[in-house]
C-alpha cells in the first residue's frame, strides 16, 4: 500500500501489482518536512539502500529531479523534492562510503544527484553494471528482473510526466518497484559474479561510476544536431537556427521538451518554405494551430529578419563541426583496427560485450599513445585495472607485430 505516515492525514491507496503481494509492498509517500521524523532517524543507522531518481525531461524543458524513491529494508520511501530538503536528508548517508547504495543504470541519475541535490553517492553497487560484466543481454531493469527473479515489471508508466502534482496512485506504485526489488537483484548478481571471478571487475567499475559528475553541455550550434540541415542554403541554414532559437524561448516559458512544442522536421519546413504570415505557418504540416495563433508571428519576424540579412552576413551550416576530430592517421588507423579484432575476440571468449571489455574510444586512445609496457597504458583516461590485466598483454603484443605493409618495405 501507498500511505502518508500517522503526522498527517491518512490517505491509503490500495496496490494491485500482480506481481507482487499487495500486503508485502509498504509505500510511504513523503511531501511533508513534518513526515520525515521517521525516515531521518532510520537513515541514521542504516548500511544498505536501494536508490532511484524520476525526471521529466520527456515532457518538461528541464529534466530536474522530480521524484526520489528509496527503499530501506521492507519499507520504500517515495520523496517529494519539490516540498522537501531532499539533498539535506539523503546527502549524509548517500556519501557514507560505509552504506552500501544500490542502484541500476547510475550513471544519469549520479548527474542529476551532482547537479539538483549537490550530493555525490559512496558505496555504490550499481546492477546494471553488474548485468553487464556477466555478459547478461539485456542489461534494462524489467529484463533483469524477469530473468533473475522471475518478475514482471509494467512499462506503463515509463514515459510519464513526473513534475505533475497530484501523481496518481497507480504512478506511486509504479515508482516504487524501481528500487522494491534492486536488493535481491543486487544479492543474485553478486553470487554470479563471486562464481565468475568477476566480482573485483564490477566493483572497480562502481568506484569508477562514483566519480561521475554533472557537466553542462558544450555551447553548440543547435543547428548542427538537425541532420537535413547539412544540405540547406546559408540562408535556409540561418532561418534553421531562428526558428530553434524561437522554440526555446516557447518551451522555457511553457515549461515543456521543445520537441513538444514543434519538432526538428517541421522547423526545417519552416527553414526551407519562408512562411511570410501566420497563415502559413498553419498551413506547414505539423504545424500546431494554436501555436501558430498565440505565438506565429514572432517566428514570422525572425524568418523575415534573416531574409533581410546581405548575403555575406548569413552563418550557415556550421561546417567545421560535420567531420569530428576528422580522419585518424593512417598508422593509427591500422592499429586501430588490429586491437579492435584482438578486443573482438576476447570479448567473444569472455562472453560480455565488445564495449564492456573494452570500448572503442580507449582502444584509440591506445592506438595514438602506442604504450611501450602494459604498465604504461595506466595513463590511458577512463582504463580500469581489470581491463588493463585482461585485455592489456595481448594488445601489446599484437601492436609490437609489424602490420603486412610494412614488414615487405
Not at 190 to 203: G, M, Q, Y
Not at 258 to 266: M, Q, T
Not at 359 to 383: F, Q, T, Y
Request: proline share 6%.
Amino acid at each position: 500500500m501507498v500511505r502518508r505516515p500517522s503526522t498527517g492525514p491518512a490517505l491509503i491507496l490500495l496496490a494491485r501489482l500482480a506481481e507482487v503481494p499487495p500486503d508485502s509492498m509498504d509505500i510511504r509517500f513523503l511531501d511533508r518536512p513534518a513526515d520525515l521524523d521517521e525516515l531521518t532517524h532510520r537513515l541514521a543507522d542504516t548500511r544498505r539502500l536501494a536508490l532511484d531518481l524520476e525526471a521529466a525531461g520527456f515532457h518538461r524543458y528541464s529534466d530536474q529531479v522530480c521524484l526520489v524513491q528509496l527503499t530501506l529494508g521492507e519499507e520504500t520511501y517515495i520523496l517529494d523534492p519539490f516540498t522537501l530538503p531532499v539533498g539535506e536528508l539523503l546527502r549524509p548517508p548517500l556519501e557514507d562510503e560505509r552504506v552500501e547504495v544500490v542502484m541500476h543504470g547510475a550513471d544519469f541519475d549520479m548527474r542529476l544527484l551532482d547537479r539538483d541535490l549537490g550530493i555525490r553517492p559512496r558505496g555504490l553497487f550499481d546492477t546494471q553494471v553488474a548485468a553487464s560484466l556477466l555478459g547478461i543481454e539485456g542489461i534494462g531493469l524489467s529484463s533483469l528482473l524477469e530473468r533473475t527473479l522471475g518478475v514482471e515489471l509494467s512499462k506503463k508508466y515509463q514515459r510519464a510526466d513526473w513534475a505533475r502534482r497530484p501523481l496518481p496512485s497507480a504512478m506511486l506504485e509504479y515508482a516504487a518497484l524501481d528500487t522494491y526489488h534492486l536488493f535481491s537483484l543486487a544479492d543474485r548478481l553478486c553470487v554470479e559474479l563471486e562464481e565468475a571471478d568477476r566480482l573485483a571487475w564490477a566493483v572497480e567499475g562502481f568506484r569508477a561510476l562514483e566519480e561521475v559528475r554533472h557537466e553542462e553541455p558544450e555551447d553548440t550550434d543547435p543547428v548542427a544536431r538537425v541532420r537535413a540541415a547539412r544540405k540547406m542554403s546559408p540562408r535556409e541554414a540561418q532561418r534553421l537556427r531562428e526558428a530553434l532559437a524561437w522554440r526555446d524561448v516557447v518551451a522555457q516559458e511553457r515549461d515543456r521538451a521543445p520537441f513538444r512544442v514543434a519538432n526538428d522536421s517541421v522547423l526545417v519546413q519552416v527553414a526551407l518554405q519562408a512562411p511570410q504570415s501566420v497563415a502559413a505557418l498553419e498551413d506547414l504540416q505539423g504545424f500546431s494551430g494554436s501555436l501558430a495563433q498565440e505565438r506565429g508571428q514572432e517566428l514570422v519576424s525572425r524568418i523575415a529578419a534573416v531574409d533581410a540579412l546581405p548575403d555575406g552576413e548569413l552563418q550557415g551550416y556550421p561546417r567545421q563541426e560535420r567531420g569530428g576530430r576528422g580522419r585518424m592517421d593512417p598508422e593509427v588507423e591500422d592499429r586501430m583496427k588490429r586491437l579492435k579484432a584482438v578486443r573482438n575476440r576476447k570479448a567473444e571468449e569472455l562472453g560480455i560485450a565488445r564495449g564492456t571489455l573494452f570500448p572503442n574510444a580507449l582502444l584509440e586512445a591506445i592506438a595514438e599513445l602506442v604504450p611501450g609496457s602494459v604498465a604504461e597504458m595506466e595513463g590511458v583516461p577512463g582504463l580500469q585495472e581489470w581491463q588493463r590485466e585482461v585485455l592489456g598483454p595481448e594488445l601489446m603484443e599484437e601492436m609490437q607485430v609489424a602490420p603486412v605493409a610494412d614488414a615487405g618495405r
